[in-house]
């Protein structure tokens, strides 16, 4: 039973990991395109 209740705990604990990471790796790339934007008109 404890198995069970535990189960979808760990699940929206994963959930909730991947979606930080994702957030964090979405910041990194539009940071990195407004780095991009601001230096292609000196180019």
Do not use: D
Not at 14 to 32: D, F, I, P, R, W
């Amino acid at each position: 039973m404890s198995a069970h209740l535990a189960h979808p705990l760990g699940k929206k604990a994963l959930k909730l990991h991947c979606t930080g990471l994702l957030m964090e790796y979405l910041v990194a790339l539009s940071m990195q395109l407004l780095v991009v934007v601001a230096t292609t008109p000196l180019l």
